[in-house]
């Protein structure tokens, strides 16, 4: 059933066809008032230079006729104020920046209420735009202030305080388009008609970045249930605090790939406290201010006064398409943030009161961010020693073999070894002038014909037990360094050793500093599991 709408006019004005703007969009419902600073699209005159909105500012004044100032400077994106329920009038102001120095600058200060339980920002936008003054309205002035309301407001009212901008006389026949832009400020009615005025409640919500070992760094395509990012919540000494809704940004970003394209990588979003799921899963990221959000509602999770909870959120990877390889996730909120629905992105309220807590971070108003972002590939590779290594000193000596593992898969996908690092652990002395010649060979197999890399240690490059590595690019031995999916390949690696003397020592630090998933190229590896160091060998 569409919603319907009460609209009153502050000044009386006809109030045109908001409705039909509103029909069939969902909406916000506060507990308590609240301003909301927005910008909306604007129809652009025929100017060389059209004004923009830098500041917002904001004179209330109370029965007893004591002022208040704040100020928003403005950047494009809303902004939540708790605002007091108090306020008897309303004054508003607005600093414009941009606008040719030729000709003076018109404001005009309007304002309109509704009585609804559905409304978002973007219909206020639209309908703001749809009610902008006239060329020949009385609105249009050159000061940069109006008293733009009087309160308390009605039960259920928002009042949208708004202020129009303009470079073009307005009192021109000519300026047909005469708004350059505009700017808007929501306050909503923050008094229980039924109850008197609100209760009040001393208790406090913290959030923290959780300090604990989440999971992975880098997940694979098609993995399920995986724990992607945790924070903490605490609740003050004062109370006992009920969380009953989270609103999270899901930062994504690919090399070449549009931001907009990537929302799909991840889906199926919980939040769990341990192995119980808190709240209702949702599905997918809803596309806001270039971020994949998610909103956890009807959680109704209770923290004790004086104590704190992890939550955990945990997520399905997608499987297709290839795009979403090399994504890489960084999660974040923050006490102002306004999610997609129109409501505040954190809600908790006092278990006994009932009513809205403080929501407290770390830094007031600055992002709570993941300990570490995420990445997606199509498949991950492992890197492990296998047995065989011999302690006889020659030529070609071989000093170890490790294996590589592509298990991790979901996609029937391959992937590839691009370059090792090789840094020896060594007593085992080169004089000047000599080489030494590492070599990597596919499989056990010491065979020209499995020959993939050689690194040679002398003058030119470095000296074996100086504490240098042998960089080894395999990128043009393709195929003899790939490994199939669901499989894995041994490489061995041999060393010229023959005048080793008795007692020397060697051992070699593997790693694999670069590989391919077969969509993204030069993947760097994870120290963590690719690398290893060989067993000791003493001559």
């Known amino acids: 059933m569409a919603p319907s709408f009460k609209i009153m006019k502050h000044p009386s004005k006809p109030p045109k066809a908001f409705a039909a703007l509103v029909i069939g969009m969902l909406g916000f419902t506060l507990a308590s008032a609240y301003i909301f ?20 500012g904001l004179i209330s004044s109370d029965a007893k006729g004591k002022n208040s100032t704040e100020t928003f400077v403005w950047n ?5 104020v708790k605002y007091s329920a108090a306020t008897s009038k309303l004054q508003m102001s607005a600093q414009a920046t941009n606008f040719s120095r030729k000709a003076p600058i018109w404001y005009a200060f309007d304002s309109f209420s509704l009585v609804s339980k559905v409304i978002t920002p973007a219909m206020i936008e639209k309908m703001a735009l749809a009610d902008a003054p006239d060329a020949n309205s009385s609105l249009w002035q050159k000061t940069q202030s109006a008293t733009v ?45 039924l109850q008197g005025p609100s209760k009040t409640s001393s208790g406090a919500l913290w959030i923290n970045t959780s300090s604990a070992k989440i999971g992975d760094n880098t997940y694979v395509m098609g993995a399920i249930k995986e724990p992607l990012f945790a924070f903490e919540v605490a609740a003050s000494p ?28 991840v889906k199926n979003l919980r939040l769990m406290d341990g192995k119980k799921a808190v709240g209702l899963i949702t599905p997918a990221l809803i596309s806001v201010d270039n971020a994949g959000q998610a909103i ?57 009161s009932g009513v809205a807590v403080n929501i407290v971070t770390s830094a007031p108003k600055t992002l709570i961010s ?19 290594s011999s302690p006889s000193a020659g030529y070609d000596s071989l000093v170890a073999k490790f294996v590589v593992n592509n298990t991790a898969n979901w996609n029937s996908q391959s992937a590839k070894i691009v370059k ?23 499989t056990h197999t010491l065979l020209n014909s499995n020959l993939i890399g050689t690194f040679e240690f002398s003058d030119n490059t470095c000296l ?52 391919s998933d077969g969509v993204s190229e030069n993947i760097v590896g994870d120290a963590a599991k690719l690398s290893v160091k060989s067993n000791k060998i003493i001559y």
């Open 149 to 193: 309301s009087n309160l308390p407001l009605e039960k259920d009212e928002k009042r949208i305080l708004v202020v129009y901008i303009s470079n073009a006389d307005p009192k021109s026949v000519m300026n047909k388009g005469i708004v350059d832009g505009l700017a808007y400020i929501v306050v909503q009615d923050g008094t229980d008609e």
């Open 238 to 265: 004062e109370a006992d605090v009920k969380l009953d809704r989270f609103a999270v940004n899901f930062n994504i970003t690919a090399p070449g790939v549009s931001t907009a394209n990537l929302f799909g990588v």
């Open 420 to 442: 090792l690092k090789i840094t020896p652990e060594t007593t085992l002395k080169q004089s000047p002038g000599k080489v030494r010649t590492m070599k990597v060979y596919r």
């Open 370 to 388: 993941s300990e570490n972002s995420v990445t997606i590939y199509k498949t991950a590779i492992a890197l492990d020693l296998t047995s065989g």
């Open 76 to 80: 494009g994106k809303p902004v939540a």
């Open 296 to 352: 956890f509602t009807n959680l109704n999770f209770v923290i004790p006064k004086g104590e704190k909870r992890t939550l955990t959120i945990v997520g399905d990877i997608s499987k297709q398409p290839d795009i979403y390889s090399g994504a890489t996730i960084t999660a974040s909120t923050a006490t102002n943030l306004i999610a997609a629905d129109g409501l505040p992105a954190i809600a908790a309220v006092d278990v006994k």
């Open 37 to 56: 600073v927005s910008a909306a699209p604007t129809k652009i005159s025929e100017q060389n230079s059209q004004p923009a909105i830098s500041k917002i």
């Open 464 to 515: 074996l037990g100086s504490g240098c590595s042998a960089e080894i690019d395999l990128s043009s031995k393709a195929l003899m360094s790939t490994i199939e999916d669901g499989s894995y390949q041994v490489y061995s690696i041999t060393l010229d050793t023959k005048d080793a003397v008795a007692k020397s020592e060697l051992a070699l630090n593997i790693a694999v500093t670069s590989w």
